[in-house]
């Protein structure tokens, strides 16, 4: 099972949806879109890997606002969506979407370079100015 943790029945799904996109114009969503996109811009190499936070001196979209903020997150299962809700503070909705954004969205064959740019293309789509939330 995916980080993610999404499936494909089709009411669940569309509940979902709703979700997430109610978690992506929240304010707590859109701040943490915002943390996100400096944390992106921050990596010494523009590069992000899939299925875990923190790997081998890289990280994904959630490591990469965890180094940048400060977050101990050692002794966090990246598969365990409810302690890396309360660790972030977020909405699980919202986790699991940046998991998903992260680590399925993109093709099989994806360097850790165009996931990069993918995910921070997709926070950029995201992000509104705080002030309209």
Do not use: H
């Amino acid at each position: 099972m995916s980080r993610a943790g999404y499936s494909d029945d089709g009411d669940a799904l569309v509940l979902w949806r709703n979700a997430v996109e109610s978690a992506l114009r929240g304010k707590r969503g859109q701040q943490f879109l915002q943390a996100l996109l400096t944390s992106l811009d921050a990596l010494s190499v523009p590069r992000l890997i899939a299925d875990d936070l923190v790997a081998g001196g890289e990280c994904c979209a959630l490591g990469a606002v965890a180094l940048k903020c400060g977050i101990d997150i050692r002794d966090l299962d990246a598969n365990g969506s409810s302690a890396v809700v309360k660790r972030f503070g977020i909405a699980r909705a919202l986790a699991a979407e940046i998991a998903y954004v992260n680590d399925e969205l993109g093709p099989d064959d994806e360097t850790p370079e165009q996931r990069f740019r993918r995910v921070r293309e997709w926070t950029v789509a995201n992000l509104r100015a705080l002030e309209d939330t």
